[in-house]
């Protein structure tokens, strides 16, 4: 009998399958890598086909080889995604040119000013409930425009990696509300649809993919989807999520008042909502099934952080144990690093101050810091920006019930008791860590009618929390008003540099 549920997920540097039996036992996981491209600073790439497809056919073919499980046995699948991308295709559904990525990707700054001039912030505001930033897809859409004119005239649809993923498994052309509220300014948050209101500054929404909840079936594996990937053709597919949405269903942040953290190549909080609470400082967006919404903020580095230092600053060190080397040398080292002072925005920022403009910084550096105390300054930095996003969270008046970290960067507790310690908050840490994966999973298991969302209790327990230290309050709460200043103070100089930087280009 065919029970068993397969998720999987493309990430920034890594994918990675889950075969998961219907009570939440994960049978079988495989994790693949691969890389991101940077063409040109401010830029983040990958290719559709040889990245994104290409991991999800070595992860069927790797969890359903016949050791012990088939094809035959899959009753329902899921795949979500780094997102929001823009992919262009041509008529045939082929891609023209390598996916754009999300808000690490910060070329359109230029077509955002267009944008805001056009439009109007306000009128933007009101149709998405956010403003926009390099996390929105349509300035990119008009880049695209501008800047390829040739691929933009043969481009017949517009989707992004998770909507391709499934296209190429289905063949149906499909894309999650979540995914969509970040289509600025195509999609309308009242309405919860696609917008022709400003196609004539943008793109006409028919390019679009049709709409759907996570939890709904997009479609059944095709004979092609079946013939690339050895799925069985007829298998339920689910519309699928990105990747941060996905995640959150993987450790129960499923009702109102639930907040993930999710500690990955960027930073992801995403607070579960009845109703939506617009500020500009955040985004507003459609949650995973319907009557549901999610207030997200997002920083632009946090696990791409601690991998850059590891490969620029830690050669000395072998990849397998470079992280658990830095890690312990940052314990050692005093709350603070004695002076040092990191501003994370290595890839411009997200929220809340959506400046794609924003550059890293290190403050305080003398000849007497060492590589440990700069490495806890980058932990730091990361968990300070983490603290400005929480307390714009509660700006805005919404209530949070609890929250639950995630990601890679959750494997050691080193990092989540410096964001604790900085933040003031209570971090609970759940029994499975398999990431966005086993959250798709479980939405093929609702979209495959096998599981309902009251299911999800019991697939995710909570093993364990970390409780901020006291005793580091008052020196963090120094450092994180410094943390504030020093962006005020600096910022008109990075953007010059930013500009330098692109012109060096």
Known sequence: MSELLLGIDVGTYSSKGVLVAPDG??????????????????????????????????????LLDGRPYTAGEVAAVCLSAIGPCLLPLDQQGRPLRRGILYGV??????????????????????????????????????????HEPEIWRQTARITTASSY???????????????ASHYIPLFDLKSLEWTDRYAQQVADPSLLPRLGWSDELAGEVSPQGARETGLKAGTPVAVGAV?????AVSVGVAHPGDLMVMYGSTAFLLLVQGSPTPDPR???????????YNLAAGMATSGSLTRWF??????????????????????????GARGLLVLPYFSGERTPINDPKARGLIAGLSLSHRREELFRAALEGVGYGIRHNLETLREVGTSVRRVVAVGGGTQGRTWLQIVSDI??????????TLGASYGDAFL????????????LERWVRLKGRVAPNPAHKARYDELYRIYLEIYAATRTLMHRLAEMGQEGA
């Open 444 to 455: 093929a298991g609702v979209a495959g009618g096998l599981l309902r969302w009251d299911d």
């Open 243 to 247: 990747d941060a949405l996905a995640e």
């Open 165 to 179: 993923l499934t296209y190429r498994l289905t063949g149906e052309h499909v894309m999650d509300r979540h995914t």
């Open 105 to 146: 990707d910060t070329r359109a700054t230029e077509e955002i000013e267009l944008l805001e001039r056009s439009i109007g912030p306000a009128a933007l505001f009101r149709l998405s409930g956010m403003t926009l930033s390099s996390q929105a897809v349509g300035p990119k859409i008009l880049w695209l425009k501008r």
């Open 423 to 432: 933040s003031g908050q209570e971090q609970l840490l759940p029994e499975v």
């Open 282 to 292: 955040l985004w507003t967006v459609a949650g995973a099934r319907q009557g549901q």
């Open 310 to 335: 590891r490969d620029e600053l830690a050669r000395d060190l072998s990849e397998t144990e470079a992280y658990k080397r830095l890690y312990q040398a940052a314990e050692q080292v005093p709350a």
């Open 25 to 62: 036992t994960v049978l079988k996981s495989q994790v693949v890598e691969h890389s991101m491209d940077i063409p040109h600073p401010g830029w983040a790439e990958q290719d559709a086909e040889r990245v994104w497809w290409a991991d999800v056919v070595t992860l069927c073919k790797t």
